[in-house]
């Protein structure tokens, strides 16, 4: 018998499963999946069904447990969701954003106007510099002329029939020409919040709807140490207010 004949052959160990590297590599593909489906569901959600899946978590502040919700009802408050008037209100909002958004699309990407929603409500801004002469309330009617009537039939729509709105003025802190026509950055505010209301009630809209306010240099977007802060804190907002605010 030749040497080591009888020694039992040693059988080489095959690792079994799939190699270490493919699972991070299956991990990181499943993460960018998930951020990329985060990212479309948050681009195209509805602000109604954020609300409907909010309202079914009333006991969230001690950590209860919340309601069951079910499609149509939501069982422990005895109500159907979609007959609850703060949801309807919600939803008509949320359509009043996205027709905004639309409807001033050009505007937005000129930055002459700016959407967004604030704790006052829907907020539409109008740049100032674009929509009046310097130092000045009348209205530069060949710039704002379009979208102040888009604006009105925005505001017209019958989703906000019962809705309020408060057009409020903005200047920056330059100080204004005590021998000018406003003697100070309060009356220039107000007057400019007056001059797009006059032209919105031109056109139709319901005068017992609106608030106007100036607010003068008090409440900034940004600092006005610089000319383009200075440039973004002249404004006019035009608020669709929630209840909250009214």
């Known amino acids: 018998m030749p040497a080591g004949e009888g020694r039992k052959k040693r059988k080489r160990k095959v690792q079994e499963g799939a190699a270490d590297w493919l699972l991070t590599y299956g991990d990181m593909t499943t993460l960018l999946l998930t951020f990329f489906v985060l990212m ?41 969701i979609m ?5 309807e209100r919600g939803r008509a909002l949320d359509r009043a954003r996205q027709n905004a958004i639309s409807i001033f699309e050009p505007e937005i990407k000129s930055e002459k106007v700016r959407v967004k929603e604030d ?10 510099d674009a929509f ?20 009105s039939n925005l505001l017209n729509s019958p989703d906000l029939n019962n ?18 026509p406003w003697e100070t ?50 404004r006019v907002d035009v608020v669709i207010l929630t209840e909250g605010h009214l």
């Open 40 to 80: 479309f569901t948050t681009a195209t959600i509805d602000g109604y069904e954020l609300r409907l899946i909010l309202a079914a978590f009333p006991g969230l502040g001690n950590l209860e447990g919340g309601n069951t919700l079910q499609q149509g009802r939501l069982a422990e408050l005895g109500n159907t």
């Open 83 to 87: 007959s609850l008037p703060s949801m």
């Open 119 to 128: 704790e006052r409500g829907l907020v539409i801004s109008l740049a100032a």
């Open 132 to 151: 009046f002469r310097p130092a000045s309330a009348t209205l530069n009617m060949e710039e704002a002329r379009t979208t102040l009537i888009n604006l």
């Open 163 to 180: 809705r309020k709105f408060r057009i409020e003025g903005h200047t920056d802190s330059v100080r204004t020409d005590p021998n000018g």
């Open 185 to 234: 950055n309060w009356e220039l505010s107000t007057a400019r919040a007056l001059s797009v209301l006059r032209f919105l009630l031109d056109y139709g809209v319901n005068e017992n709807q609106f608030q106007v306010m100036g607010l003068g240099d008090t409440v900034p977007l940004f600092s006005n140490d610089t000319a383009e802060g200075r440039a973004y804190n002249r």
